[in-house]
């Protein structure tokens, strides 16, 4: 959709340009932002964006998921990092079946990590999506305390 000469997204986020990139969204840009403050503070890591992982059960597709940002720390640490201003149902689906897969060797090998890779998995979001992803971990937490 478009209003006037600005583009906007289905969850009405306006498409944004940086450093002659375009980005999906504010958050995006503000993140890709934070890394470069973080790159010249010294830290030492490489990214990437948009990077599609497939979502197996069973060595059966179920879904695929495009990851906002991929961190590589080297040595083998990965952050998958997803921006998020408004939790879809779809997504919502989506990012619990990724927790609950993101360890498995086979969803590291499938998706071009190694098994000893160690992954994990960073939401940086609007509060509304934070406060829903925090208790759905509490929950978890819980179900396994009851044995």
């Known amino acids: 959709m478009t209003f006037g000469m600005r583009r906007i997204g289905k969850f009405n986020a306006s498409k944004q340009e940086y450093k002659g990139e375009k980005f999906d969204s504010k958050l995006e840009v503000g993140f890709v932002k934070e890394l470069e403050v973080r790159l010249q503070a010294g830290e030492r890591f490489t990214w990437e964006r948009q990077r599609l992982l497939e979502l197996r059960v069973n060595d059966r597709k179920v ?4 990851m906002d940002f991929v961190l590589d ?5 990965y952050e998958l990092v ?3 201003g408004f939790p879809t149902p779809e ?4 990012w619990r079946l990724l927790e609950c897969l993101i360890e498995s060797d086979a969803f590291k090998e499938f998706n071009g990590f190694s098994k000893d890779d160690e992954l994990t998995l960073t939401l940086v979001a609007a ?3 934070k406060n ?3 208790g759905i971990r509490a929950q978890r937490k819980k179900l396994r305390g009851k044995k």
Do not use: D, F, L, S
């Open 91 to 94: 997504w919502k689906i989506k």
């Open 63 to 66: 879904c695929g998921y495009k």
């Open 82 to 84: 997803e921006t998020k």
């Open 73 to 77: 720390h080297g040595n083998g640490v």
């Open 127 to 129: 509060n509304r999506v």
């Open 132 to 134: 829903w992803a925090a």
